[in-house]
């Protein structure tokens, strides 16, 4: 499974270039997008953990790119609001969705996984049985 940085990069995907100019436009000195997206790939990376079948790979922002567009849709309403922007009902729940898939991703209700299992032990003995004395517990 590849994994990939999740950082302002992502924005040019995220936005419509109209919107990418008036994000510019707006951030400053004191920029909270940096810090939105460490939160959502420490989010993002806390789900993948959690679901078990998967081995956490690369820095403390990769995020697997299965889960891009989930990315794409948090990381893109979270910015919206940050700036006081309007942020359209498709763009909200497509955001509500995503959130609900890394939900159950983290309880493990959705099959997420690499290629490569993680080891399961497995023990092996000598099948025992139980029965009753044969001279019916009395000695």
């Known amino acids: 499974m590849e994994w990939f940085d999740l950082n302002e990069q992502l924005l ?3 936005f419509q270039d109209r919107e990418c100019t008036d994000l510019l436009a707006l951030r400053s000195h004191a920029d909270p ?3 939105i997206c460490r939160g959502l790939a420490a989010r993002i990376r806390a789900a ?12 403390e922002n990769a995020i697997p790119q299965a889960l891009r567009a989930d ?5 893109r309403v ?4 940050r700036y006081s922007l309007a942020v359209s009902e498709d763009r909200r729940q497509e955001a509500a ?8 991703i983290a309880r493990g209700e959705m099959p997420f996984a690499d290629g490569t299992p993680q080891a399961r ?5 000598r099948k025992r049985y139980r029965r009753q004395p044969q001279n019916g517990g009395i000695m």
């Open 12 to 14: 040019a995907e995220a």
């Open 33 to 35: 997008v940096p810090g």
């Open 48 to 59: 993948v953990q959690a679901n078990g079948r998967c081995r956490l790979m690369g820095g």
């Open 71 to 75: 990315a794409v849709a948090i990381l």
């Open 78 to 81: 979270k910015i919206l609001v």
């Open 97 to 104: 969705r995503a959130e609900e898939r890394l939900d159950a």
């Open 121 to 125: 032990p497995a023990y092996y003995g």
